[in-house]
T-cell receptor
C-alpha cells in the first residue's frame, strides 16, 4: 500500500449504531487529519493529530471521537449519529509544518462515504 | 482571520477551451497557496502550489500565480480536456496557524467533447 488509505470506502449505518473509520498513511508523516466534506460547503477540519498533540474543532459534536494510536494510524469512532452527519469523510497526512518549514502539503485518502439512515 | 473565496460553479466548457477559476484569499501572515483537484469518487490530490509572492505553480498544463497585491491565486489552463472534469479547490496554509488548511468551497468543472 502506498499513500493514504481509508477503510471502509462506503458505510451505511443507523442512528443507534457504533462504527469506526480507519485511516493509514505510508508516507512517514507525523501529522494526520480528519475532514468532513459536505455538498456546497468548504471542507471542514474536524481533528488534527500532530507530534502527539491533538487539536480539534470545537464545533464538532461529541458523537465523533478520534483516536491516533501512532503516527501512521488514525481512527474516527462514530456513535449515535444523525442523518445530517452523512458526508464524505477524508483523512489526510503531512509533515508537521514546525518541522517541515514553509508549507505542510497534505496528502489525502480516497474518503469514506458515510450514509446515516 | 484566514479564508479562501473561489468562484462558484458549476463550470461547463467545450474541449480545448480556456479555463480560469478565480480564487482570492485573506490571510493574517504569509500563506502558502494550493490548488487541489478531486476526481469523481476520489480524495483530493495536490495539483500545484506556490509558497511566496510572484511564484508560479504549474502542473499538467495548469498554472496559477501567487499575486500578493491582489490577494489572488487564479487557476488557468489554455486548453482543457474531457479528463480535466473534476472539482477544483483553492486552499491556503499559514505557518502562523500551524496545521490549519483553509479550503474554498470547490468549483466543479465539466468539459464536454
Amino acid at each position: 500500500e502506498t499513500g493514504v488509505t481509508q477503510t471502509p470506502r462506503h458505510l451505511v449505518m443507523g442512528m443507534t449504531n457504533k462504527k469506526s473509520l480507519k485511516c493509514e498513511q505510508h508516507l512517514g508523516h507525523n501529522a494526520m487529519y480528519w475532514y468532513k466534506q459536505s455538498a456546497k460547503k468548504p471542507l471542514e477540519l474536524m481533528f488534527v493529530y500532530s507530534l502527539e498533540e491533538r487539536v480539534e474543532n470545537n464545533s464538532v459534536p461529541s458523537r465523533f471521537s478520534p483516536e491516533c494510536p501512532n503516527s501512521s494510524h488514525l481512527f474516527l469512532h462514530l456513535h449515535t449519529l444523525q442523518p445530517e452527519d452523512s458526508a464524505l469523510y477524508l483523512c489526510a497526512s503531512s509533515q508537521d509544518p514546525r518541522l517541515a518549514g514553509w508549507y505542510n502539503e497534505q496528502f489525502f485518502g480516497p474518503g469514506t462515504r458515510l450514509t446515516v439512515l | 482571520g484566514n479564508s479562501v473565496t473561489q468562484m462558484e460553479g458549476p463550470v461547463t466548457l467545450s474541449e480545448e477551451a480556456f479555463l480560469t477559476i478565480n480564487c482570492t484569499y485573506t490571510a493574517t501572515g504569509y500563506p502558502s497557496l494550493f490548488w487541489y483537484v478531486q476526481y469523481p469518487g476520489e480524495g483530493l490530490q495536490l495539483l500545484l502550489k506556490a509558497t511566496k509572492a510572484d511564484d508560479k505553480g504549474s502542473n499538467k498544463g495548469f498554472e496559477a500565480t501567487y499575486r500578493k497585491e491582489t490577494t489572488s491565486f487564479h487557476l488557468e489552463k489554455g486548453s482543457v480536456q474531457v479528463s480535466d472534469s473534476a472539482v477544483y479547490f483553492c486552499a491556503l496554509s499559514d505557518l502562523i496557524t500551524g496545521n490549519q488548511f483553509y479550503f474554498g468551497t470547490g468549483t466543479s468543472l465539466t468539459v464536454i467533447p
